[in-house]
């Protein structure tokens, strides 16, 4: 061996080394970073006016970083703050989203679960076609159900009440959802079900002690999926939730859309932070998540 | 004690059926092996005996109730699978007592009866861990644990060992036998792919084909009287020899008549007197057929030798046909060496070339 090795003397590689920093390489790192900047630029405005005092934000350099950074805005955005003759701030509107947003969540989970399990593993005759049905549920445009929705919920007693939005949520959610549960359910071995049946479990007990203890990465997925979309909604709160309920989402659109008085730029800024703050940080935390959720969705048909 | 009797079976997928007019009579303490090819019914007998799969007709018992429309649950039966098909959320503990604490069983029980199943299989040690801590064969293992709790007389395995490697599914095949032999009085039906496991395994074994089943009977007569071509050509490697050509009545005795050589049939049981007459198949195993330098009476030349160790496989043409022989595994050969070959009368195998059936 080491006389081998001596003979050879060293053994290289031939050609040229594979460089680590090309010219490609930094043209996209270029693109990447301006495009970063680029989305962050008006989160970076939205924060400096929101710290700053009214005399600061007229001047216009909606770059400049606030001279004497206040909190005041911010405090006034959550409670002061004055939506047509009320002037609560965004208190009441957060308060509302968390009443409408936790029972929509839980239930049309729950029930999207129930539909992927029963459409996968207990195939009943055009379980197929109701299904297709349901998918076609997602590409309606919203516009076109309104109208005939709010006649059912005012028929049904339910039209501008809190479980009138809760339901409106839930069976908004159902398609999407369900596609979800039912692409996740069909890619676990059938065997397993068909040993739960010998074991003796009927439906409901294999759905609650074999299934949904393997289905925890859809199902939060599929919280993250309904927490953003539910949070962000503008148009069901505003038509379905009545005065009482009304979302944090709309409640900044009066902040903001009050014609009477000066416009508070600042205040402004810092309640869209505000109502935005819950998507932001469910973005934030579960990002891994959300990316290995929409691939699931959109992977398997 | 339990027997499984199959009555008529008919199941269908959509329009498509897959079994028809299935008859299988299995005595109970009997290990039956299902064999066949993917597609050929088995795994559907099987699970339809289970109860996981609606019969669109016909009738299952076991022991002497009528089970057809019962759940799998009230059937007495117990499964394992392919794939294991543990529960991933649960310890071993947990997987073995999920069917007992479904049925309500005491707890004093659910423990006596997974301390018997662990110490028969030697998975004590086990119990704490979760599925994906498990080897594949301690995975099949605590599967077939699963089965034994329950306290059933018939248990179905659906290719327990297929995901296994070789070495793990020789040995958990001896211990499969073992298991039967100890239980005692258990019924056992077990469908597989592979022919090795089905004739080492099996009291009597059912080759199926096309939803068919085309023989049911002990491994030795399958294998050294295979009811027709199909049986005959599926069990056994390298597969049976089969040489075209028809039988003929010579003076008071038969004779096989081909193109290329006659060979005397004096001594050949025929169980289907002589078939129509026109067309006949002679099948030969490779580990049957003789060289013999001096009274040789068929010529091959060697083609091409696979040395296997214990045995080599040498490919010949004889004539315009390819045959095997299968020989110690100390003889070389070389390609274009002509061999004198006989073929033992009493080891052939006749069939009809129209129907397939045996002669």
Redo the contacts between chains.
Sequence with gaps: MTAIAAHETVLEASGPRPRQVSAARIGVYAFLITAALFFALPLYVMLVTSLKGMPEVRLGQIFAFPSAPTFEPWIKAWSTACTGRTCEGLTPGFLNSVKITVPSVIISIIAAALNGYALSFWKFRGANFFFGLLIFGAFVPYQVVIFPLIIFMREVGLFATLPGIIIVHTIFGMPILTLLYRNYFSAL?E??F????????GFW?IFF??IM??SVPITIVAIILQVTGIWNDFLFGIVFAGRENLPMTVQLNNIVQTTTGIREHNVNMAATILAAAVPLAVYFISGRWFVRGIAAGAVKG | MASVSVKNLEVSFGSLKVLRELNIDIRSGEFVVLLGPSGCGKSTLLNSIAGLLDASAGQIWIGDRNVTWEEPKDRGIGMVFQSYALYPRMTVEGNLSFGLRMAGVPKPEIARRINAAAELLHIENLMKRRPSELSGGQRQRVAIGRALVRDVNVFLFDEPLSNLDAALRTELRVELKRLHRELGNSTMIYVTHDQVEALTLADRMAVMHRGLIQQFDTPRTIYHHPANTFVAGFVGSPRMNFLKGRVEQRANSFAFVSDQFVQPLAQYNFVNATGSGDGAELGIRPEHIRIDPDQGTHEATVELVEPMGAETVVWCRLKKQTIGLRLEGDQSFETQQTLRLTFPEQRLNMFDSNTGDRL
Excluded at chain 1, 194 to 200: C, E, N, P, S, W
Aim: avoid cysteine; aromatic fraction near 6%; charge should be positive.
């Design positions: 071995p065997e397993l068909k040993a739960a049946r010998v074991d003796g479990a007990r002690y074999v203890p393997m």
